[in-house]
């Protein structure tokens, strides 16, 4: 495909996962959720009160469980409170790493999906809706309708979860026709870092995606060290290029647990492939401390949420959103990534301690935004720059009040033009860069327009 016509669906894509329909439930999956609820539960399943009392106990105890180190004990109830009264948050989660992948490589047509702790298949159905969405993008700028099939494995320890999941995926009928999903025979079987136990649960099985959507976090009779062999592990059963994709939220696992894990899948062998910088690659080695994130996403109202919300008492989806923040990564068990046009010093990221600085102070600088802070002192927000150096902390990014603060994501790359450099007291690796009216900032990430073809990885350019 030819590489204007590439970066033109990146930006449909991008565009409809921030400001379109999808960081909430689209309306024609949040449809298929109700259906499937009247299907399970009978078509007046609202005004039943013994279905209001399982999905409200089922809410109970998975929200009490937050704060125990039990895992949740999933039964009928609180597998279906998961999927109508927190799954719709966790909605966003993957189709954005599957985005940050769409950014750096090209999909393949034909897709095997393993989705583990695949509950009743929020994090599938959420997968099908991006490949939906990237379809629809692809007519809409080649006007060619290209085929996708995806076929999923969905592998969870419970039993009630893999007979909910079939009915449920297999009943989702997809908007666009393109995409063509196929379930194959789950997998019963409870996650073990043990190989022996893996290879006897997956065979000789691989995976273009294998997706780890709030199961890691729950396996709290684990340690971090086991859980991080476990995804090594998986690594195992990937096809060449394949990724896990990692998501766990801040409301059910503790987030520096989770970043934890990430860094010692590392440690294990695996290589973070994002976020860290959602247009460049991090070069291979040591882990940079942007690596370790936290997202946060706003999420509106789904529309089954307000009929949860309404028989089940102590649900509030509000203060659910709330603690929406999530911890999450792109692991691959190649080193694809490493490509020596995006190592330090090929000269597209210069690093920014070592930045040549003008006499008055100012400098031209990449960076890419690894959060957002408030200032203990000044109580002003400013950002953490990483210059993927890796280990550094070298740049915090403020905006002067004329400039006012724009809406960054994390992983964006600006290019900051004659930018104020401000040495930060106490610190010798430290500088604050100050945006003033005097500076030119462009987000590279945001307008792939902007990027020179060689920064939007394509087969090609990987080689
Ligand atoms: C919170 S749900 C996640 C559902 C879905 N992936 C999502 O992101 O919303 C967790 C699921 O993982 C399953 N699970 C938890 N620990 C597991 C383990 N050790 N092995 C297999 N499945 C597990 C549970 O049975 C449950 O269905």
Redesign the pocket.
């Known amino acids: 495909m030819e590489e204007s016509k590439r970066v033109k669906i990146l930006q449909f894509v991008q565009n409809a996962l921030l400001f379109g329909d999808s960081v909430v439930v689209p309306t024609h999956i949040d449809r298929h959720l109700m259906a499937f609820a009247d299907e399970e539960f009978g078509q007046n399943w609202i005004e039943a009160q013994e279905v209001v009392d399982v999905l409200a106990t089922g809410l109970r105890s ?1 929200l009490q469980s937050r704060g125990s180190t039990e ?2 004990a ?1 039964d009928l109830g609180s ?1 279906m409170a ?2 109508f009264g ?2 719709p948050l ?1 909605f966003h ?2 189709p954005f790493l599957l985005r940050n992948l769409l950014r750096k490589s090209v999909f393949k047509n034909q897709l095997r999906i393993l ?10 159905l959420s997968t099908i809706y991006f490949f939906e969405l990237l379809a629809n993008s692809t007519r809409l700028v080649t006007g060619v309708q290209e085929e996708v099939h995806l076929t999923f494995t969905a ?4 039993d009630e ?1 893999l007979r909910l999941y079939q009915k449920h995926i297999q009943g989702y009928r997809p908007v666009f026709p393109e995409v063509q999903v196929d379930v194959a025979s789950p997998i019963q ?4 870092p043990d190989p022996d136990s893996l290879a006897n649960t997956l065979g000789r099985d691989r995976y273009d995606l294998i ?1 780890a ?3 890691l976090g ?2 709290r009779k ?1 340690g971090i060290t086991q859980r991080a062999k476990l995804l090594a592990e998986l690594g195992k059963y990937l096809e060449p290029g394949g990724s896990i994709l990692f ?1 766990e939220s801040a409301s ?1 696992a503790i987030p520096s647990e989770m970043n934890q894990l990430k860094a010692r899948a590392v440690g294990e062998g695996l290589t973070l492939f994002a976020p860290c910088s959602n247009a460049w690659e991090k070069p291979t080695g040591r882990q940079c401390y942007s690596c370790g994130n936290v997202s946060f996403e706003k999420v509106r109202r789904p529309n089954i949420a307000d009929i949860i919300g309404t028989v089940c008492e102590d649900y509030s989806f509000d203060q659910l959103a709330a603690n929406n923040s999530w911890v999450f990564g792109i692991l691959r068990a190649d080193d694809v990534i490493h490509h020596s046009q995006l190592e330090i010093g090929s000269g597209l990221f210069t690093k920014l301690a070592a930045s040549p600085q003008a006499e008055n102070g100012r400098a031209t600088v990449y960076g890419a935004v690894a959060k957002l802070e408030v200032g203990r002192v000044d109580n002003e927000p400013y950002f953490k720059l990483c210059d993927q150096t890796c280990g550094s902390d070298v740049a915090w990014l403020k905006f002067a009040p004329e400039v006012g603060v724009p809406a960054l994501e994390n992983g964006d790359v600006l290019e900051l033009e004659n930018v104020s450099v401000v040495p930060a007291k106490g610190g010798k690796n430290k500088v604050f860069l100050v945006v003033d009216g005097e500076t030119r900032m462009r987000n590279l990430s945001r307008d792939f327009r902007l990027l020179p073809s060689k920064h939007v990885l394509t087969q090609e350019v990987v080689g």
Not at 189 to 192: E, I, M
């Open positions: 998975i895992p949740p999933y597998l998961h999927l927190i799954g966790h989660k993957v989705d583990l702790g695949a509950g009743v298949g929020i994090s599938t592998l969870d320890s419970l979860a079987a409870t996650l073990s997706l959507s709030h199961v729950e396996m684990l998501a059910s």
